[in-house]
């Protein structure tokens, strides 16, 4: 198009120009970090609204995070100058949920079903597995609640797994057991786990056409941002989406369907797909993350649109030459550099502390100097591998008095007080649910023993009634009266609050249903009966004062929503709730540092970026040494850590690191050794400091000299001297290839599951 040039193209350079204006069926756009995918993303959907190509109801955007979502909403609307009411910009998760609560109970669920995390499902697994006692095959709620997982991921369950299982294996037959009866159990419970979210879609769509047509009809603009994590679910996701609508379908549709929906055949045409991604970011494998959709995408698509973005306009080069210099040794990718025409900027800064407190004491201090330099707090964030790394850099930042806020780690949700009192609110919300109805039973105790509790469940199961009925009439049942009113009392509890929550009033009078009550006057009056908050405060434990203090934050987390979403009601909140994905905390105020894991840091950018323990054995992590691709793996989680920063990059390490307990010698990352050495000024370098044989001098609370390696030369490849990866072991910072060489395995494995277990 000529004429007059677009402002949603100012300042788009010609492939992103491209990639905006172009109209074919799909789209593939290929490109480094930093290049402007999303960027372009933005973009192209408010040009397609702003050309009235597109309400924004048809439009579908899915982005990696809830926090990316918003953000883009935000963009949008900023470039469109209005809001875009009914735009869909979600989370796989979250759009899924939107669809379920309105299409599941064609299978049997109703809307009020309950979302799972990963710990409840454990808790469910946990059963199972005592009651096949099938804890004595080695099952754990955590390994087969993983394996589960990446089933589910690949759309399978329990009937296809058992198919192609080998039936001869009594492990393998226990396992379809415990799969099986948590399917049943779930469904039981009106439940879906995580997983289940998107494979229960997929699974809906090809069961109902009309209703996965009602979709495909609606959303006529498909866009996904961080495509290369998609799994295989979510690709079957994508798929079922951009299908055309078949014309025996077409003529059954309410409303009904216009001449000018339909192509030539009396079809509706497939929705236009754009994705985008990078290779290079791939870091999910371990959740099925599968980088043969991008690889395939044209093969699906056929005569697909493919664009690639090469110039970078977030880094300096120096940041960017050691991010291709990293990612370079990955054999198994497409060549690709990322350059910049912004200057090479400062040095990358190097620093080797004798332990991981001084490594955090240098950090506490470049961060407090950059700010004296008049960067602010927020522009500047520390990334870890594991989450027991924060420890050493908290408390260094807690002594310095620089404000900060960890991002994921043990989140709020998941904290015991938080869950006891979303117990209450989720069992009123689905009164058929085991698990939070078993967990409220005991919190806080109130003499429900285990036995009470499984007659109660028998009995709500046999008669086909919640557990909140069964508890009501627990004088039909044989409990002694102490027992029996403490059963009773909750009952009623549990009943007032429902009809609280669901508008009815204290009184029961149906004629005058006033809206449903505000989330907090209903968590109140749990709180309230149930004295939760004083009994912890009675205990005079600053533990559990702490406890009481985040059921109190709970209250304002839920008045907070309450004036956002007036009238809205219980479970959109307790959907909101399970749906809040770690990075989602960050706001928007500058004042913090930022302290996440490298995984959590995708898609995000900080003028100034500490990636902290670059070590053997945590970066790459011990566990992906022997995974087949896992050191790829781990070499894109380090290029995904690079590539956030924007003008300074900072990368440390210990020379000694405290893990498990024990003090152990810590070598240098290989991925450091694949940088030129040009491009970093060390401020201390590993050999200054492994020359000293690792004791202490300067750090705070010192561990006793002569650190030793636990765990001696148990495991992988742990040598007596040196490093808890299985490096080269050449002892000092060596030059050259180190001894365990790129990998170019496809990816694969559980790795992250595993680490989740230590
Ligand atoms: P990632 O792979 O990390 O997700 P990305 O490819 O999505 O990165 P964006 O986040 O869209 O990249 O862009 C990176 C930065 O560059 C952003 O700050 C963006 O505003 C800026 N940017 C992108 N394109 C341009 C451009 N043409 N001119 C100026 N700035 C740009
Ligand atoms: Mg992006």
């Not at 069926?25 to 930093?34: H, K």
């Not at 990963?118 to 005592?130: M, P, W």
């Not at 709620?141 to 369950?157: C, F, G, H, Q, T």
């Not at 209903?522 to 405060?537: C, G």
Request: charged share 25%.
């Amino acid at each position: 198009a000529s004429g007059a040039p677009d402002p949603l193209l100012d300042g788009l350079n010609p492939p992103q120009a491209q990639a905006v204006s172009t109209r074919s069926p799909a789209l593939l756009i290929v490109a480094g970090a930093g290049s402007g995918k999303t960027r372009v993303l933005t973009h192209r959907i408010a040009q397609l609204i702003r050309n009235r190509e597109a309400w924004p109801s048809q439009i579908l955007a899915i982005t990696f995070t809830n926090k990316a979502a918003a953000e883009m909403r935000e963009r949008v609307e900023g470039l469109l100058g209005s809001a875009a009411e009914g735009m869909w910009i979600s989370t796989f998760h979250s759009a899924c949920v939107r669809i379920l609560r309105r299409e599941a109970e064609r299978f049997g669920y109703v809307s009020g079903f309950t979302i799972y995390d990963s710990a409840d499902s454990r808790a469910l697994l946990k059963r199972i597995i005592k009651d096949l006692e099938a804890d004595s095959y080695g099952f754990t709620p955590a390994n087969a609640s993983s394996k589960i997982s990446r089933l589910k991921n690949e759309l399978s369950d329990a009937d296809s797994y058992a198919a192609t299982a080998n039936a001869n294996d009594p492990r393998e037959r226990l396992f379809i057991e415990i799969f099986r009866s948590y399917e049943q159990e779930l469904r039981r419970a009106n439940a879906f786990d995580f997983d289940d979210l998107i494979g229960q879609t997929v699974h809906l769509f090809r069961t109902f056409p009309e209703v996965a047509a009602v979709y495909q009809r609606r959303f006529r603009f498909l866009l996904v941002d961080e495509y290369q994590d998609t799994n295989h679910a979510q690709y079957s996701l994508i798929r079922e989406l951009t299908r055309p609508v078949e014309r025996d379908v077409v003529e059954r549709l309410v409303p009904p369907v216009r001449e000018r929906e339909l192509d030539g055949l009396g079809c509706i045409p497939a929705a236009s797909l754009t994705v985008v991604g990078d290779s290079d970011q791939s870091i999910y494998a371990f959740r099925g993350a599968d980088i043969r959709n991008i690889v395939e995408f044209e093969r699906d698509f056929p005569g697909a649109e493919v664009v690639k973005l090469e110039q970078n306009y977030r880094s300096t080069q120096n940041i960017l030459s050691a991010a291709n210099a990293v990612i370079g040794n990955n054999l198994d990718r497409q060549d690709k550099s990322l350059w910049t025409s912004e200057g090479d900027g400062p040095q990358i800064v190097g620093f080797t502390g004798y332990s991981q407190h001084d490594e955090a004491r240098f950090v506490a201090e470049e961060i407090e100097d950059l700010h004296r330099s008049g960067l602010a707090y927020g522009d500047v964030a520390v990334f870890y591998r594991t989450n027991s790394q924060t420890r050493a850099l908290e408390e260094l930042l807690i002594r310095a008095a620089i404000p900060y806020r960890v991002l994921g780690g043990t989140k709020f949700y998941e904290r015991a007080e938080i869950k006891d009192a979303m117990a209450y609110l989720t069992s009123l919300a689905n009164p058929y649910d085991p698990i939070a109805w078993s967990r409220l039973i005991g919190a806080p105790k109130r003499g429900i023993g285990p036995m009470a509790e499984a007659q109660l469940a028998n009995y709500a199961e046999a008669m086909g009634i919640s557990f909140h009925d069964a508890m009501l009439r627990a004088g039909e049942l044989s409990f002694g009266p102490k027992v029996r009113a403490a059963i009773e009392s909750l009952g009623q509890l549990l009943q007032r609050a429902a009809r609280m929550a669901a508008g009815g009033g204290a009184t029961d009078d149906s004629e005058t249903r006033k809206q449903p009550a505000p989330v907090a006057d209903v968590l109140k009056l749990i709180l309230d009966e149930t004295q939760m908050i004083e009994k912890l405060r009675a205990k005079r434990d600053p533990q559990d004062e702490a406890r009481a203090e985040n059921l109190e934050e709970l209250v304002s987390v839920a008045k907070e929503y309450d004036v956002q979403h007036p009238g809205v009601g219980l479970l959109e909140f307790l959907t909101e709730v399970s749906l809040v994905a770690a990075v989602d905390e960050l706001d928007d105020e500058s004042g913090t540092v930022s302290l996440m894991t490298m995984h959590t840091a995708k898609g995000l950018e900080f003028p100034a970026v500490f990636i902290t323990g670059v070590e053997e054995g945590l970066l790459p992590h011990q566990m992906s040494v022997d995974e087949i691709g896992g050191i790829s793996e781990e070499r894109r989680l380090m290029y995904v850590g690079i590539t956030r920063a924007r003008k300074q990059l900072y990368l440390t390490l210990a020379s000694t690191r405290a893990q498990f307990g024990d003090v152990q010698v810590a070598m240098p990352s290989r991925f450091l050794q694949e940088i030129p050495e040009s491009l970093i000024d060390w401020r201390q370098s590993p050999g200054e400091v492994t020359g000293r044989g690792g004791t202490e001098s300067r750090a705070l609370n010192a561990p006793r000299s002569g650190a030793r390696p636990s765990r001696g030369g148990a495991g992988r490849g742990v040598e007596s001297s040196v490093s808890f990866g299985s490096g080269s072991g050449s002892g000092g910072y060596g030059r050259g290839g180190s001894g365990a060489a790129a990998v170019s395995e496809p990816a694969s494995g559980n790795m992250q599951s595993a680490l989740e277990q230590w």
